[in-house]
């Protein structure tokens, strides 16, 4: 099956600093990615929707600044977290939509603390 | 916009049947999905229903009504390993429900 990788699977940063996620496709293409974030006890909240090569769609309340998005390729998407801060801290998911309109593979994950 | 409600937590005997239920709200509906997240992970799929009815696969099974905007997840013979959150979520983009998590005791 399709797997998708993010890296790293933790990071520990201090508050007011940038930490960028990478989000792979390891075994295909795929043009369209997202973003969630998940607080304990929560569900994912989507954060935005990836295409390749154009900007990244945001959901209502994130700021497109602070979150920075960029999907260069068909296989890779990076989120960066400008300035951190300690309510930063989540865990953030990434997926990746595959050709059929079921298919859509989670990363395992990143979990972000801000110190 | 979009609303999807399930319960927050259930509890299921072990070797028993439940029932998890999803109703939503939504002005593009193409379809719907269950996954199953475990603490700390990222959520698997499940199952994905676009028509009206049950889907089985395994233990698990999906059914949606499209015109009542509902589905229910129904896992038989359960396990401990089956104790996780099940997230219902509605495709245009793939918008979530709260999760319910779901407690198996022995």
């Known amino acids: 099956g399709a797997v998708v990788s993010q890296h790293p699977s933790w990071v520990i940063c201090k508050s007011g600093t940038s930490v960028k996620i990478e989000c792979r496709s390891l075994?295909?293409?795929?043009?369209?990615m997202f973003w969630y974030r998940q607080f304990p006890k929560q569900s994912l909240m989507l954060m935005a929707t990836?295409?390749?090569?154009?900007?990244?769609?945001?959901e209502q309340g994130v700021e497109k600044d602070k979150f920075l998005i960029n999907h260069a390729s068909l296989t890779l998407s990076t989120l960066t977290v400008t300035s951190a801060h300690p309510e930063d801290s989540s865990f953030y998911i990434c997926?990746?939509?595959?050709?059929?309109?079921?298919?859509?593979?989670f990363g395992p994950g990143t979990r972000l603390t801000v110190t | 916009g979009q609303n999807i409600d399930q319960p927050t937590e259930m509890t299921a005997t072990e070797g028993a049947i439940v029932q998890i239920n999803c109703t939503y709200q939504?002005?593009?509906?193409?379809?719907l999905f269950w996954y199953q997240q475990h603490a700390g992970e990222a959520p698997t799929f499940l199952s994905y229903?676009?028509?009206?009815g049950l889907e089985e696969k395994g233990r698990f099974s999906s059914f949606l009504s499209r015109s009542k905007g509902y589905s229910y997840l129904l896992l038989k013979e359960l396990q401990m390993k089956d104790s996780a959150s099940y997230l219902c979520?509605?495709?245009?983009?793939?918008?979530f429900g709260q999760g319910t998590e779901l407690s198996v005791k022995p």
């Open positions: 997926s990746a939509a595959g050709q059929t309109a079921y298919e859509q593979y």
């Open positions: 075994d295909f293409q795929a043009t369209t």
């Open positions: 990836s295409n390749e090569g154009s900007k990244a769609t945001y």
């Open positions: 939504t002005s593009g509906f193409n379809g």
């Open positions: 229903n676009v028509l009206d």
């Open positions: 979520a509605v495709r245009g983009k793939l918008i």
